[in-house]
């Protein structure tokens, strides 16, 4: 049985950091591109970053460049999403995904994670 499971969100206050990690089983880690994906209120499901699988690559949303930094630990089957200087429209769920074949917006990942909630406050 696949499972993602995300961890680290909540309330912050603007510029404040946060850690969201998720745990993977039952898939072949190394073998995913993993990436983070968010969805606010009313708008559609984005991805913020991917790493590929060696760790070697990643690749970030315009929005949050220079802000949130995404790693991996192929041994422990972990992702991470450092989120620093946190602003109000951050404010989301976000998804940990794991696919196959990374495509930009287009990415159709083969599994998710249910989300964990991220609020910013001003």
């Known amino acids: 049985q696949v499972q993602l499971v995300e961890s680290g969100g909540g309330l912050v206050q603007a510029g404040d950091s946060l850690r969201l990690s998720c745990a993977a089983s039952g898939i072949s880690f190394s073998h995913y591109t993993m990436a983070w994906f968010r969805q606010a209120p009313g708008k559609e499901r984005e991805v913020v970053a991917a790493i590929m699988w060696s760790g070697s690559s990643t690749v970030y949303a315009d929005s949050v460049k220079g802000r949130f930094t995404i790693s991996r630990d192929n041994a422990k089957n972990m992702v991470y999403l450092q989120m620093n200087n946190l602003l109000r429209e951050d404010t989301a769920v976000y998804y940990c995904?794991?696919?196959?074949?990374?495509?930009?917006?287009?990415?159709?990942?083969?599994?998710w994670g249910r989300g964990t909630q991220v609020t910013v406050s001003s």
């Open positions: 995904a794991a696919a196959l074949k990374y495509n930009g917006g287009s990415t159709r990942p083969e599994y």
